[in-house]
């Protein structure tokens, strides 16, 4: 047994009945750098978080799948990493162009990770890269609002339509995962860190969404409007408040938190 495979073991989280054991784990070939990066993130986080899964057998184990999350912290990717790991999928996520400058970035790439450059011209590479990185049948996770959420309450707000169009262009499964824990470790709204060892943090993952109609639809010509991205987004992230919902035990509010403007962006994580 391998040093990275030797942590895993240690730090995974306990199953619930169903979840698919981890002999049936498809992640195929693991690059040097993806190893350091398990190294790296499987003891940090179980130091940190005390994960606990419900539904992960709803990843699909094989073929391209799209996981869509809410975004409550600048610490999610080190748990929502976890979550695709731990139920045999490699996750390569949509992250922020800052972090690729330095040493860190030949990581990330190495690593399969995507960086976007928002608010620019050349923001719509990143949609592309993603939509490559599915048709090669890989784990692509993305957080749709762009940022950590900036509702008061940490429910979902409203979502860029990145998402919308990753969904309806590709055969990939839309998968969304509701998370609730890691913003009791980094507090954003705070901007307070709490080094609180082993916090629980949830995770529900729901049924892939169908969205076969949709994709018809696009394929006998209909267009890919703005109406149809919004209305593909709002389905999508409201799947993700619900099961946020059922998560908390809470009500959750009847529309999204809106959207910091351009300039108050600093700090997200994808």
């Given at each position: 047994?391998?040093q990275?495979q030797?942590?895993a073991?240690?730090a995974?989280?306990?199953?619930?009945?169903?979840?698919?054991?981890?002999?049936?784990q498809?992640?195929?070939?693991?690059?040097?750098?993806?190893?350091?990066a398990?190294?790296?993130?499987?003891?940090?986080?179980?130091?940190?978080?005390?994960?606990?899964?419900?539904?992960g057998?709803?990843?699909?184990?094989?073929?391209?799948?799209?996981?869509?999350?809410?975004?409550?912290?600048l610490?999610?990717?080190?748990?929502?990493?976890?979550?695709?790991?731990?139920?045999?999928?490699?996750?390569?996520?949509?992250?922020?162009?800052?972090?690729?400058?330095?040493?860190?970035?030949?990581?990330?790439?190495?690593?399969?990770?995507?960086?976007?450059?928002?608010?620019?011209?050349?923001?719509?590479?990143?949609l592309v890269?993603?939509?490559?990185?599915?048709?090669?049948?890989?784990?692509?996770?993305i957080?749709?609002?762009?940022?950590?959420?900036?509702?008061?309450?940490?429910?979902?707000?409203?979502?860029?339509?990145?998402?919308?169009?990753?969904?309806?262009?590709?055969?990939?499964?839309?998968?969304?995962?509701?998370?609730?824990?890691?913003?009791?470790?980094?507090?954003?709204?705070a901007?307070?860190?709490?080094?609180?060892l082993?916090?629980?943090?949830?995770?529900?993952?729901?049924?892939p969404?169908?969205?076969?109609?949709?994709?018809?639809?696009?394929?006998?010509?209909?267009?890919?409007?703005?109406?149809?991205?919004?209305?593909?987004?709002?389905?999508?992230?409201?799947?993700?408040?619900?099961?946020?919902?059922?998560?908390?035990?809470?009500?959750?509010?009847?529309?999204?938190?809106?959207?910091?403007?351009?300039?108050?962006?600093?700090?997200?994580?994808?």
């Amino acid at each position: 047994m391998t040093q990275e495979q030797s942590a895993a073991a240690d730090a995974r989280p306990a199953r619930r009945p169903g979840a698919r054991p981890p002999e049936r784990q498809t992640r195929g070939h693991v690059p040097p750098a993806l190893r350091f990066a398990v190294v790296v993130i499987v003891p940090v986080s179980s130091l940190l978080f005390r994960l606990r899964y419900r539904h992960g057998e709803r990843i699909p184990p094989t073929g391209p799948v799209l996981l869509v999350a809410n975004h409550v912290s600048l610490l999610d990717p080190l748990a929502c990493a976890r979550l695709a790991w731990d139920n045999g999928r490699t996750p390569h996520f949509l992250a922020k162009q800052s972090l690729f400058k330095g040493l860190l970035g030949p990581i990330l790439r190495a690593c399969g990770q995507i960086p976007v450059a928002r608010f620019s011209a050349d923001a719509h590479e990143a949609l592309v890269a993603a939509q490559t990185d599915l048709a090669a049948g890989n784990c692509v996770v993305i957080y749709p609002e762009g940022s950590v959420t900036r509702d008061p309450d940490w429910w979902p707000m409203e979502a860029r339509t990145g998402v919308a169009r990753l969904a309806l262009t590709t055969d990939a499964a839309v998968v969304p995962v509701a998370q609730w824990g890691p913003q009791r470790v980094h507090d954003y709204q705070a901007k307070k860190l709490h080094l609180r060892l082993r916090t629980p943090t949830d995770y529900l993952v729901g049924e892939p969404i169908d969205l076969s109609a949709p994709r018809d639809e696009l394929r006998a010509g209909r267009s890919l409007s703005a109406e149809l991205l919004r209305e593909t987004t709002d389905l999508i992230m409201t799947r993700v408040r619900d099961q946020l919902a059922e998560l908390r035990d809470e009500t959750p509010p009847r529309i999204f938190h809106p959207r910091p403007l351009p300039g108050d962006v600093s700090g997200n994580a994808a």
